[in-house]
């Protein structure tokens, strides 16, 4: 823990000695470190070694059939596997919630597009420099679910961006989240496997819980805002179900490689419509910087790294369930760090959409383990 200290408080030693506009950055950087210093942060450094075992997986080779022994003599079960991939999705809706409300000013200073290529291209760049021989050498099937799960990815972006400036901020939540009831059928119609209780009942749970939330005395209609926002929710859906029969229908993934495809599709395809339609932007203040480099390293970087790694273990129900968090954790932040008030619709928003992701994973813990031949196939970055 002594390392990590050390780099957050040179964190907070060069951003404390910018002049930022904004005052509230101490603040949340000084909370950030007695968060470090908590009992809380230190359950969780014991349970780092589990989840660094979980993502490295290079002690023990996967993927053919004659190394299933070794399979069976891994320390951790395909159960704590699962679990460990669903806490890095809570821990990723987690960063995306704070990217949120970072966000919110940051667009202010630089148009959406330009915002979502430049990121996603830059991203894309970082993963190029260390992935590039592996990338030639990947299969025409990986290339091919690469190009279609960027496009599904970049067309929910890109829906959502103008959706959002066509409805009000209630309803793009909630039909953005409607990609939780979305994926359940979209995975039966896909995989033909059939939808578990538990899973839909949490689906549906979940999305009232959305509702919920972002419920502010009603809406009247429908515009093209809402189908826009509702396509967006789907094309995001069309991802998550797109990565896991990726996992499933190939042996050997390399999953940086495969993520670095879906963010240059995203990039490459962004930029040309910024440059098309938006002005160019101008540069920066300290707090665009801070937010624009936290979107980039943090909110696309990592999080899809997490994301698309997650999904070997975790079902697509799940993923779709545990993002919706980031909802959560974007209201949440702002009562926290901004002082923003928590109504009663906030907290039984909250309420039913923890509910409906308990009640997914209770389903699933005492549900019968899948016999070995029907298990995933881990893939080594």
């Known amino acids: 823990m002594t390392g990590w200290l050390v780099i957050l408080y040179g964190i907070k030693y060069v951003f404390l000695n910018i002049s930022f506009e904004k005052s509230y950055i101490q603040t949340v950087s000084t909370r950030f470190i007695s968060f470090i210093r908590s009992p809380i942060c230190r359950c969780l ?48 809706s987690l960063g995306w919630g704070y990217s949120f409300v970072l966000t919110k000013d940051l667009l202010n200073e630089i148009t959406p597009l330009y915002f979502i290529g430049t990121r996603f291209f830059l991203a894309a760049l970082i993963l190029l420099l260390f992935k590039w021989k592996d990338i030639k050498n990947m299969s025409k099937q990986m290339w091919k679910y690469g190009i279609f799960a960027g496009t599904a990815l970049w067309a929910g972006f890109a829906l959502q961006t103008i959706g959002i400036e066509l409805t009000t901020p209630g309803k793009a939540g909630v039909l953005t989240g409607t990609m939780v009831v979305i994926v359940p059928f979209l ?19 979940t999305f009232l819980g959305l509702v919920i939330l972002s419920w502010h005395g009603g809406w009247t209609g429908v515009n093209a805002g809402d189908i826009l926002v509702f396509l967006c929710a789907f094309f995001f859906a069309i991802h998550v179900i797109l990565v896991d029969r990726a996992y499933q229908n190939n042996e050997s993934v390399d999953s940086l490689s495969f993520i670095a495809i879906q963010l240059l599709i995203v990039g490459v395809f962004s930029l040309p419509f910024a440059v098309w339609l938006e002005p160019f932007p101008t540069p920066l203040s300290s ?23 997650a999904q070997q ?69």
């Not at 937010?291 to 698309?308: E, K, N």
């Not at 008030?341 to 019968?368: V, W």
């Open 287 to 309: 707090y665009g910087w801070y937010a624009y480099t936290f979107d980039l390293l943090i909110g696309t970087l990592l999080a899809y790294i997490v994301q698309i790694k």
């Open 45 to 92: 450094a014991r349970f780092s070694v589990p989840l660094f075992c979980f993502w490295c997986n290079s002690c023990i080779e996967y993927g053919t059939a004659p190394n299933r022994a070794a399979l069976r003599r891994d320390r951790l079960s395909l159960k704590k596997k699962v679990i460990i991939a669903d806490f890095s999705l809570v821990g990723i």
């Open 313 to 381: 273990f975790s079902p697509p129900t799940h993923v779709s369930l545990l993002l919706s968090l980031e909802s959560v954790f974007a209201f949440l932040l702002s009562w926290w760090l901004w002082g923003e008030s928590l109504t009663f619709n906030t907290g039984m928003g909250i309420l039913f959409i923890l509910g409906g992701i308990f009640i997914t994973e209770a389903f699933d813990l005492f549900r019968k383990p899948k016999p070995l031949s029907d298990l995933k196939h881990p893939s080594s970055f």
């Open 187 to 205: 995975y039966f119609f896909w995989s033909k496997v059939a939808i578990q209780r538990g899973a839909l009942l949490g689906s549906l749970l």
